[in-house]
Structure formats: C-alpha cells, structure tokens
C-alpha cells in the first residue's frame, strides 16, 4: 500500500515538472511579445529630441528639467501641426501642387 501511494506521488511530481517546462518557452515568448519599444522607435524618439534642442550626451546637472523641456516642445510642435490643418511643410494647401 505504501509503495503504490509513493509512487503516485512521484508520478504527480513529475507530471508538475514536466508540465512547468513544458510552459516554459510559451512564457518566455509571451514576455518578449510585450517588451518596450523597437531599437528605431528609441532611435526615432531621440532624433525628435535632438531637433528641438536635447543632447544626451552632454553633462547637465538640470536633466530631468532639460528632456522634459524638450518633450514640451516636441508636443507643442505637434499641437501648432495640428491647429494649423496638419499639413506638411511644402505641401500646397489649395490642392494643386507646386511647380
């Protein structure tokens, strides 16, 4: 009898193993999926900083204040796009193009 509920139990420990590593690679791909951004969105990002006046690189005791400045420049940028009808620099606004 004991024999027979030992090795139940074995068997149970087993198939909890077997099916942890079994989920193993589904999890770790499910992980991937949802990371942050892609190496050219970052790169995007930080070319969009760069243009209104943001450079990583140099040494700045006002971090936090200069990146964030530089956000709200982007964004009032993007609010003037906006507002103005959203076209692009040189794309004529009465519908005929440029020559």
């Known amino acids: 009898m004991k024999t027979k509920i030992s090795m139940m139990c074995g068997l149970a420990v087993l198939a909890v193993i077997g099916a942890t590593l079994a989920a193993l ?8 999926a949802q990371s942050g951004p ?5 790169q ?10 943001f450079y990583p690189g ?4 006002h971090y936090p204040d ?11 940028r993007d609010e ?3 507002s103005v009808g959203g076209a692009a620099m ?4 009465s519908g005929k193009t440029r020559n």
């Open 25 to 32: 690679p589904t999890l770790a791909n499910a992980q991937s």
């Open 38 to 42: 892609t190496r050219a969105q970052v």
């Open 44 to 53: 995007a990002e930080l070319a969009q900083l760069e243009s209104v006046g």
């Open 58 to 61: 140099a040494r700045d005791p």
């Open 66 to 76: 200069n990146i964030q400045a530089a956000e709200a420049k982007l964004h009032a």
């Open 80 to 82: 003037m796009k906006k």
């Open 90 to 93: 040189g794309v004529a606004q």
